[in-house]
């Protein structure tokens, strides 16, 4: 039913719930054979790897595998306490490789879940897409302007189907509010805030973890890999969570969580590559092993709109999403419109009117089908041949002004870029340093640029 908004107390603020599950929910599922059909040939199954056994990635192959004509044929991980278990379930078909480059040469391998640190995302998604692979790349797509670049034209030049972990997008709140957005009814939109806030201060991860003591059956060379060499700290392979506080293993948290939440502005308000991107911040208040910024605000430019970005890491307050007084991890969206503004998160979304501009204006009909869920999705275009809806020509669009941040940072000014011609302006350092220095024997694939 559509519903209309008033000038009146009750309904100056449009209030709507959805059925969409928390950050942390797992994706709708559908039956298997809505995917593929029923009585499927043994020629229609998915024989899938996994590259990277930790939490992330067995959520992703839970997901995955709930559809029979999955097949678990290989995994990989450099820690054998997490490459066993895995390997251990599905015995009857799987095959264990501690190297990705030998899982990647597995007869009759179709594709692969790429659910690594992120500094490992770029050369084994590139590896992936040469070998001809479909892939399900988890988020951040990469840490690097270069690294963005050349994982979008890998994909496009081996034809592979390649969808970004940003499992919200399969969310029913993101598409109605995509919908809302979409119709005109908050009239044009100037600014778009974003932030996702937490409190690990003053201790962080805490301190004195670094150690030249790597637990057996970890290969800690190959677990670094291309990024700079430093010492084993326990706290660092716990799970992502941890990969946030080193700046060599993710970026920060802004690439951490920032591709959740800049992905809806980038789809509703359908956003090219920025014009330019500013951010100040630092590490200000948190002590511990780690090395990342704990405060973080950005402004992203495009031709007609602000984007900014607001990350802590030492305050909890959420704004109007200050719903509990407790400290937690809160994020959230503002849309400010000249009729209205509407603010959201993963699971709600509330429109505040500005005066009676918006009187008479009805709630768009649901126009955007649901998701059968993000790696369902991902089975359906490795089939159909069709584009995942977080491809990456459509996720460098959240990812560049995201790796062009953390850069901005690092060098302390704004950094203008060209859209058209898909490059930094004017500033050679922060040209060179978009393309990475991997560590040897590892080298950045520059054919792809």
């Known amino acids: 039913m559509e519903t209309k908004i008033s000038d009146t107390d009750s ?85 264990g490789y501690t190297d990705f480059r030998e899982l990647l040469r597995h007869k009759g391998l179709d594709a692969v879940i790429i659910a690594t640190p992120a500094h490992w995302h770029a050369v084994i ?23 963005s670049f050349a994982v979008r034209n890998a994909v496009r030049k081996h034809k592979v189907m390649c969808q970004i972990g940003t499992q919200i997008h399969a969310d029913e709140n993101y598409r109605r509010v995509v919908e809302l957005i979409r119709s005109g009814n908050l009239g044009e939109i100037g600014t778009v805030r974003t932030f996702f806030v937490m409190n690990e201060a003053p201790k962080g991860i805490g301190t004195g973890n670094n150690t030249n003591k790597v637990p057996k059956g970890l290969d800690w060379d ?14 660092l392979v716990k799970d992502a969570f941890y990969h946030g506080f080193w700046m060599d293993f993710s970026g920060g948290w802004t690439p951490g969580m920032a591709p959740h939440i800049i992905d809806l502005p980038v789809w509703a308000l359908d956003l090219g590559f920025p014009n330019e991107v500013s951010a100040t911040g630092g590490r200000f208040i948190i002590k511990d092993d780690g090395d990342a910024y704990d405060n973080h605000e950005v402004l992203i430019r495009y031709p007609n709109l602000t984007l900014s970005w607001m990350s802590s890491l030492t305050n909890s307050y959420g704004f109007d999403f200050a719903r509990e007084q407790k400290s937690q991890r809160r994020l959230g969206i503002y849309f400010h419109g000249v009729n209205g503004t509407l603010q959201t998160d993963y ?58 941040s953390t850069l901005s940072l690092k060098l302390g000014r704004s950094i203008r870029f060209d859209p058209v011609n898909e490059k930094i302006l004017d500033d050679k350092e922060a040209s060179d340093l978009s393309i990475p220095e991997y560590r040897a024997p590892w080298k950045f694939p520059t054919e792809y640029l």
């Open 347 to 404: 699971s709600d979304h509330i429109i505040y009117p500005e005066g009676n501009r918006m009187d008479g204006m009805q709630t768009p009909p649901v126009s955007i089908p649901p998701s059968p869920g993000h790696e369902l999705e991902w089975l359906e275009c490795i089939k159909s041949r069709k584009l995942p809806s977080c491809n990456p020509d459509y996720h460098a669009r959240v990812d560049i002004p995201i790796q062009l």
């Open 11 to 95: 309904s100056r603020r449009q209030f709507i719930k959805t059925t969409s599950a928390a950050a942390i929910s797992l994706p709708i599922i559908i039956r298997p054979s809505a995917l593929f059909g029923k009585g499927n040939a043994p020629s229609d199954r998915i024989n899938l790897g996994i590259i990277g056994c930790g939490g992330l990635g067995k959520e992703n192959l839970k997901n995955c595998v709930a559809n029979p004509n999955v097949v678990v044929t290989a995994a990989c991980d450099v820690w054998k306490d997490r490459l066993d278990p895995i390997v251990e379930k599905y015995k009857s078909t799987c095959t």
């Open 125 to 147: 998604a590139i590896a992936a897409a040469e070998a001809g692979k479909d892939i399900y790349l988890q988020k951040p797509m990469t840490m690097h302007v270069g690294e």
């Open 222 to 235: 190959m677990w670094v890999g291309p990024a700079r060499m430093q010492q084993f700290n326990p706290n």
